[in-house]
T-cell receptor, first 110, second 112 residues
Framework: QKEVEQNSGPLSVPEGAIASLNCTYS??????FFWYRQYSGKSPELIMF????GDKEDGRFTAQLNKASQYVSLLIRDSQPSDSATYLC??????????FGDGTTLTVKP | DVKVTQSSRYLVKRTGEKVFLECVQD?????MFWYRQDPGLGLRLIYF???????EKGDIPEGYSVSREKKERFSLILESASTNQTSMYLC???????????FGQGTRLTVV
């Protein structure tokens, strides 16, 4: 089992819809959780981080964390074509090491 | 703005060559990381460093070494390049543990 698993995708949604990206992790000692967006040919950039159970909202983005279920998700509301990218889930252990999932490629169709 | 700069965007090297990939960050971050990114395999951690002259192995350290002589600079060394090391290499830094990582622009290395 991989340490961090994401829904494999690709995921395609129409413009204006909600895109839901999911991530599970195996290390119960994981401390912090990040979502990065990576456009084709570019480097990853941070979208959201979350440390505590529950929801965290930032504009059209909501991160959800459930440590008991070892699950973290990213919801993108009112999806736009500019949201089309690969989304990477990253999980940090107590030692500070980041482990990334393989990514989910999202396409938002106009 | 944090800036993480990798010395080369594209590199082509021959099998058996010793290859140096350089990374510099300008925000006095404590931690620096080297990843490689391959299609279908995601981002994999090669080495990281949480202080000058300190280094820790990541998930795939074989065939690589690192050097951190100054806080702002973290070098990745391929002792004897092989074709299976053809990849995109990404350097990143973070202020302290468990905070976001800032990435360089990446170096696409091709070993022929």
């Amino acid at each position: 089992q991989k340490e961090v698993e994401q829904n494999s995708g690709p995921l395609s949604v129409p413009e204006g819809a909600i895109a839901s990206l999911n991530c599970t992790y195996s290390d119960r000692g994981s401390q912090s959780f990040f979502w990065y967006r990576q456009y084709s040919g570019k480097s990853p950039e941070l979208i959201m981080f979350i440390y505590s159970n529950g929801d965290k909202e930032d504009g059209r983005f909501t991160a959800q964390l459930n440590k008991a279920s070892q699950y973290v998700s990213l919801l993108i509301r009112d999806s736009q074509p500019s949201d089309s990218a690969t989304y990477l889930c990253a999980v940090n252990t107590n030692a500070g090491k980041s482990t990334f999932g393989d990514g989910t490629t999202l396409t938002v169709k106009p | 703005d944090v800036k993480v700069t990798q010395s080369s965007r594209y590199l082509v090297k021959r099998t058996g060559e010793k290859v140096f990939l350089e990374c510099v960050q300008d925000m006095d971050h404590e931690n620096m990381f080297w990843y490689r990114q391959d299609p279908g395999l995601g981002l994999r951690l090669i080495y990281f460093s949480y202080d000058v002259k300190m280094k820790e192995k990541g998930d795939i350290p074989e065939g690589y070494s690192v050097s951190r002589e100054k806080k702002e600079r973290f070098s990745l060394i391929l002792e004897s390049a092989s074709t299976n090391q053809t990849s995109m290499y990404l350097c990143a830094s973070s202020r302290i543990m468990n905070t976001e990582a800032f990435f360089g622009q990446g170096t696409r290395l091709t070993v022929v």
